[in-house]
């Protein structure tokens, strides 16, 4: 039986890929910081049908990392995936982030990942065999206003996943990086709740009005992409004859990273000195070929 852990497992793309993985016979070890708020993997696990054990891990506390794969290990004997989905984002101005909400997201999304790949290599190393797969986001390769605190966080682990991948490609380790936009998740969510209402007095705050914007109109559609949509990529990522290094999940995402690319730095920057929202919208239309700010 593959045995994998996946941090970040409480709800969203994490309990998602523990359950789609676990129905496809992996021993999945379900990484939550607090096991007293996974209600909802708690309710799966205590259903008695899936191979998925809770597995208490806190990204950012480096014994806790260690001491989790130990017990992985002293139970299995190997572990054959790893799933870096845990993660937390802050969306404030470069000049309003708190130095404190900067390290803590660094430590989550990057620092905690680093060390749970160091102490997971060994044994794959050894064994010539083993999958890492990193959930980033298209924040990994496309940056909006007042979202430099986590795309920087998605920018390193982005380059840490490719020169992880030329550095395992001859142990037979495959390394897969997983780009998700907008998922119908509480991520944002939760996000919002940790920095509390947004400063309407702040002179960046046209940034965060139409990010909220955009997030509340793609979660709120018909049919946004489900959490599930990610955790099939993950799946294909580990078990595809033919793998890549990125996968992109949901068709905005395809959208915004296409579009990047096909305009200057100098004309995407230009976007941000527009005033008027309606304008701006409707830039945003022509650039993207689709509206997602007004459906």
Avoid: C
């Avoid at 909400?101 to 010539?128: C, H, S, W």
């Avoid at 929202?277 to 459906?295: H, K």
Wanted: proline share 5%; hydrophobic share 45%; net charge negative.
């Amino acid at each position: 039986m593959t045995v994998t852990i996946i941090t970040g497992t409480s709800s969203g793309i994490g309990l998602a890929t523990a359950i789609r993985l676990a129905k496809a016979g992996h021993k999945v070890y379900a990484g939550v910081r607090n096991p007293d708020s996974a209600e909802n993997l708690r309710k799966v696990i205590d259903a008695g049908e899936l191979p998925i054990s809770m597995l208490e891990i806190d990204m950012m506390d480096e014994k806790s990392i260690t001491d989790a794969v130990a017990r992985v290990l002293a139970a299995e004997g190997q572990i054959d995936v790893l799933v870096n989905n845990a993660g937390i984002a802050r969306g404030t101005s470069v000049e309003e982030s708190p130095m404190s909400d900067v390290r803590a997201v660094f430590e989550t999304n990057y620092f905690g990942v680093f060390a749970l790949i160091q102490a997971v290599i060994p044994g794959m190393r050894e064994r010539k065999t083993g999958t890492i797969v990193n959930v980033s986001s298209i924040a990994g390769r496309f940056v909006a206003p007042n979202n430099a605190v986590y795309a920087s966080s998605k920018y390193a682990l982005e380059a840490l996943s490719e020169s992880l991948a030329l550095q395992l490609k001859p142990f037979n380790i495959r390394v897969a990086i997983i780009e998700p936009g907008v998922i119908a998740t509480s991520f944002f969510e939760n996000a919002a709740k940790a920095m509390g209402p947004p400063d309407t007095a702040s002179p960046y705050f046209v940034h965060t009005r139409r990010i909220m914007k955009l997030f509340t109109t793609q979660t709120e559609k018909s049919a946004p992409t489900p959490p599930d949509a990610a955790a099939q990529a993950i799946e294909n990522a580990i078990t595809t004859n033919e793998p890549k290094l990125r996968y992109i999940v949901g068709d905005d995402a395809e959208m915004f990273l296409a579009a990047r690319e096909r305009v200057s730095d100098e004309e995407f920057m230009e976007a941000a000195t527009i005033e008027d929202d309606e304008e701006y919208y409707d830039a945003m239309a022509e650039w993207l070929g689709e509206d997602l700010w007004r459906p």
